[in-house]
């Protein structure tokens, strides 16, 4: 038994502490993720955290175990997130779990859900369609008129799993307050996925192309930048130039780590690396993207 740290606050950015601690991939012999010291999630974290899980399965190796955080209210939150509604695939649990069921009815956060068939992204989206409404001019001061765009979004982000990681993903929503750099409410969602990642789904429309230049970093630049897809069909593939577009009017980020690169559209108000290359691999690709609120008229 191998144990893996869980940071303790487990965000985007501690995705490459949890792949550091996993070593390289495929690990070799059990691995029990320790989460006792984490005391804050975003949605980011989690759904990585049931990638990491996910992936290992996947592997054929055996099914890790998961040491919960050990103060009750995070355990709390967790449960109210739909992490532990969905962790037992994923895991074998040691501590408390909570008894209180995933909040489905919540202005702030949709639950960790599922995306394994085009079904699944109809379910997250007509879930999400009314509270986005609230969560929209409410909590960012953004126009009505754009919960439409806001859903799209959302569904394109979850398309993105079905058409191209070859298996399963996991998707979370949660609107806080970014107190580090913002000082204001943003509304985050994260899309996970334990598949094949950016670099061998474009492989065999752009390798060729790019040479010996072929790489995690090139292939998300081509995917997010280039608006580059392994679909020849016109019209496919574009999901992402889309939200691309979408975050432009809102000042939004978007982040997609694949492998062992993480690219970033980063906005004014941020000062994350557009870049970063040579990370430790964590399977799969992570999507996040953020939408801060915006300012008084």
């Not at 792949?19 to 975003?42: K, Y």
């Not at 990585?48 to 040491?67: F, K, M, S, V, W």
């Not at 000062?271 to 939408?291: K, Y």
Request: aromatic share 6%; proline share 6%.
């Amino acid at each position: 038994m191998r144990v893996v740290n869980v940071p303790p606050s487990l965000d985007h950015h501690a995705i490459n502490a949890l792949a550091e601690s996993i070593g390289a991939w495929p690990p070799e012999g059990r691995l029990l993720f320790d989460a006792r010291g984490t005391t804050w999630a975003s949605p980011s974290g989690l759904t990585a955290l049931l990638t990491a899980g996910q992936a290992l399965i996947e592997a054929g190796l055996d099914r890790p175990r998961l040491a919960l955080p050990a103060q009750d209210d995070v355990r709390s939150y967790w449960a109210r997130a739909g992490f532990f509604t969905n962790a037992t695939e994923c895991f074998e649990l040691h501590g408390k779990v909570p008894r209180r069921q995933a909040d489905t009815t919540s202005d702030v956060l949709l639950p960790v859900m599922p995306i394994r068939a085009s079904e699944d992204v109809h379910l997250v989206v007509s879930r999400i369609q009314e509270a986005a409404a609230r969560i929209l001019t409410h909590e960012l001061r953004i126009a009505a008129k754009a919960t439409m765009r806001f859903a799209m979004t959302l569904s394109e982000a979850c398309q993105n799993v079905i058409e191209h990681a070859g298996t399963g993903g996991w998707v979370a929503v949660h609107a806080y307050t970014w107190r580090k750099r913002l000082g204001k409410r943003v509304v985050v969602i994260a899309v996970s996925d334990a598949g094949v990642g950016f670099r061998r789904s474009l492989e065999a429309t752009e390798a060729r192309r790019h040479g010996d230049r072929w790489n995690d970093r090139t292939a998300l630049e081509s995917a997010l930048i280039h608006g580059v897809s392994r679909f020849r069909d016109p019209g496919r593939g574009q999901g992402l130039s889309g939200i691309k577009h979408f975050l432009q009017d809102w000042q939004g980020k978007i982040s997609i780590r694949s492998g062992t690169a993480r690219l970033s559209i980063v906005p004014p108000w941020d000062d994350d690396v557009p870049m970063a290359e040579g990370l430790p691999f964590f399977p799969g690709a992570q999507l996040q993207i953020v939408i801060p609120a915006q300012e008084e008229a």
